[in-house]
């Protein structure tokens, strides 16, 4: 599941670009840099129907989830180092989200991998469209061929 939501703000600092991911879910939101932490939760409870107060927000250092800060909800974004220079649109910065469970006590932050199927290489999509390019300009010549057989034929017979 892939959401993108602007938000709009009276104080417009610089635009940041924000991936938001918990479990299968992964958000794509762009703010602005001096939005609070408290803003970005809004925005996510928008979508996800998840209080503020029932959400925790973490900046990911890598992939491994070993090395992760939690936000403050009064920090503006910039203050914890999420700015245009940081979270461009080019490359987002990501934040892992973990919510409040029915027992009170917050879940552990969880992100599932994405798909890694594997792609076709490139070269031998390339090379396939060269075949079939090649078949293509064959039959097109021999068709080609026949039309020009038959019209000759036509305009033989039309002029006896």
């Known amino acids: 599941m892939g959401i993108l939501v602007t ?3 009276e104080n417009m600092g610089k635009d940041i670009y924000l991936i938001i ?3 299968k879910v992964t958000l794509y939101l762009d703010t602005q840099e001096n939005v609070r932490v408290l803003e970005l939760k809004k925005m996510i409870e928008a979508i996800l129907k998840v209080q503020p107060e029932d959400q925790q927000l973490f900046v990911l250092a890598n992939d ?3 090395e992760c800060k939690e936000l403050s909800d009064s920090t503006a974004l910039f203050d914890c180092g999420l700015t245009s220079a940081t979270a461009n649109i080019m490359q987002p910065a990501v934040l892992g989200l973990a919510v409040r469970k029915e027992d009170g006590s917050f879940e552990s932050l969880e992100i599932t991998s994405y798909s890694e199927s594997e792609w076709p290489n490139v070269s031998e999509i390339f090379s396939q ?3 079939n390019d090649a078949i293509c300009e064959k039959y097109q010549k021999k068709y080609d061929d026949v039309n020009d057989a038959k019209n000759d034929i036509l305009s033989k017979a039309t002029h006896k």
Do not use: S, T, Y
């Open 129 to 131: 469209e060269e075949k």
């Open 7 to 9: 938000g709009i703000v």
């Open 64 to 66: 491994l989830l070993d």
């Open 21 to 23: 991911r918990r479990q």
